[in-house]
């Protein structure tokens, strides 16, 4: 559920940042990828198309997404997202271990994870 609900997120924010965030937008300039992230069973699964400067947020999986990271299951998945702040090299942990596993297109992961640093809400200034 966790896992679910952390994908859900995740689109939100990116639809969000693609409509308010000038940095982010230009991050999608060019772009024209879908990227999916799913269990290995397929019981949860999101992918995210990006095109014409825009993020929108899928249910379900995609029959060709040009990136998929696949986990062994949401439990795991959930706990190694989490865990990236503290630990950078966890999903390459995770790739070594076959416990996540990335399907095609291995720069449009790294363009991907360029993109993290946008997505925690900024903190309001007091």
């Known amino acids: 559920m966790k896992f679910w609900f952390l994908l859900l997120i995740l689109g939100w924010r990116m639809r969000w940042l693609a409509n308010n965030n000038d940095a982010f937008k230009e991050k999608l300039e060019e772009k024209d990828t879908i990227l999916q992230f799913r269990t290995e069973s397929g019981k949860v699964a999101r992918y995210y198309v990006i095109k014409d400067l825009k993020v929108k947020p899928c249910a379900g999986i995609h029959p060709k997404p040009n990136m998929c990271m696949s986990f062994k299951d949401a439990k795991y998945a959930y706990q190694t997202i989490m865990n990236v702040k503290k630990d950078k ?3 390459m942990k995770g790739m070594g271990t076959k416990e996540i596993v990335v399907t095609g297109e ?6 991907f994870m360029s993109l993290v640093k946008f997505f925690p809400p900024k903190k309001k200034k007091k």
Do not use: L, P, S
């Open 89 to 91: 090299m966890a999903i």
């Open 106 to 111: 291995a720069q449009e992961m790294m363009w």
